[in-house]
């Protein structure tokens, strides 16, 4: 079987840093990968996460634990335009298929 | 223009009547994937293609149709729209999952 959490929504301050968690269980897992949405817009890639540890793109880094089927995404110097959903998604296998929950749904405030 | 395009934008279909949307890629990405976004529920799964004239089921495939005869398109058919078909339909396609997916600007289909 396969489950995935996030919280469903985090609120921070502008200029802030923000953490969001991601556990799942999926059988076949080979990565984890992060998407980032806009309201009326379409998802964008964010990172990749194949072996454990932090991977940093900018303001945006991503972690993951594979012993501990745990990640987070870490927002640094948050801004406004940052507000958006955030997707964590388990690869499985190697069919290149991801699963996307409901997501994190991020709201940053002045 | 490269990239990935998705057509119609916005589609109002009346129950039972068929509808097709639309997905072209100009990467000659390998897989291509179908997903629809409601709210409460996220992305979810419809079809995926991994080559042409190869496709498999997602997680909600009942009552879609996909085809892949050729690599860069994907259309998605809803065989007799149903209104719980009423949702944004994204396309997708990507060379491998380290390079992530790039997604089409969505499809809003609304079924009377």
């Known amino acids: 079987g396969q489950s995935l959490e996030q919280p469903s929504e985090v609120t921070a301050v502008e200029g802030a840093i923000v953490q969001i968690n991601c556990t799942y269980q999926?059988?076949?897992?080979?990565?984890l990968s992060w998407y980032q949405q806009h309201d009326g817009g379409a998802p964008t890639f964010l990172s990749y996460?194949?072996?454990?540890g932090l991977e940093e793109t900018g303001r945006f880094s991503s972690f993951l634990s594979r012993s501990d089927s745990y990640g987070y995404l870490l927002l640094q110097e948050l801004q406004m335009k940052d507000s958006a959903s955030y997707f964590c998604t388990p690869g499985k296998d190697s069919s290149y298929k991801l699963i996307f929950g409901s997501g994190t749904r991020l709201l940053v405030r002045p | 223009d490269a990239g990935i395009t998705q057509s119609p934008r916005y589609k109002i279909t009346e129950t039972g009547r068929q509808v097709t949307l639309m997905c072209h890629q100009t990467w000659s990405h390998s897989y291509m994937f179908w997903y629809r976004q409601d709210l409460g529920h996220g992305l979810r799964l419809i079809y995926y293609s991994a080559a042409a004239d190869i496709t498999d089921k997602g997680e909600v495939p009942d009552g879609y149709v996909v085809s892949r005869s050729k690599t860069e398109n994907f259309p998605l058919t809803l065989e007799s729209a149903t209104r719980s078909q009423t949702s944004v339909y994204f396309c997708a396609s990507t060379e491998g999952v380290r390079a992530g997916y790039t997604f089409g600007s969505g499809t809003r289909l609304t079924v009377v």
């Open positions: 996460n194949a072996l454990d």
């Open positions: 999926t059988s076949g897992f080979y990565g």
